[in-house]
């Protein structure tokens, strides 16, 4: 999956996921473990303020679908990257981790 979002400033943030099924989830037959890989890109205007340039990345995605039901129970995505960062005649470095999870619910929290 291919998507560009439009950001103010920073001009388009390509986003780029491929996503791969892994299967059941052992001992548990509605539910199907999905990872996926994403890739970000800035693209800027000629002339822009602020400059951005992701120099390393490591992101990845963890899905859980149950079948049964026809939705997502849990979702998890870890994002590793740095970036540089121009603007206003300085540069600097920015380490960015975070994690964000999902749990439907009353779903089952299995991993």
Do not use: C
């Not at 950001?7 to 996503?19: C, E, H, K, S, V």
């Not at 994403?38 to 490591?58: C, G, K, Y």
């Amino acid at each position: 999956q291919k998507r560009s979002i439009e950001t103010a400033g920073l001009g388009n943030m390509d986003i780029d996921t491929t996503y791969t099924d892994k299967g059941e989830v052992p001992g548990e037959p509605d539910i199907r473990k999905i990872d996926g890989t994403v890739t970000l890109q800035f693209h800027q205007p000629e002339n822009a303020q602020v400059s951005v340039r992701v120099s390393s990345q490591d992101n990845a995605a963890k899905f859980l679908f149950n079948t049964a039901s026809g939705h997502l129970s849990r979702s998890e995505i870890k994002q590793k990257m740095q970036m540089q960062i121009s603007a206003g005649g300085q540069e600097f470095t920015q380490d960015l981790t975070q994690t964000v999870s999902m749990t439907l619910a009353g779903e089952s929290a299995a991993k």
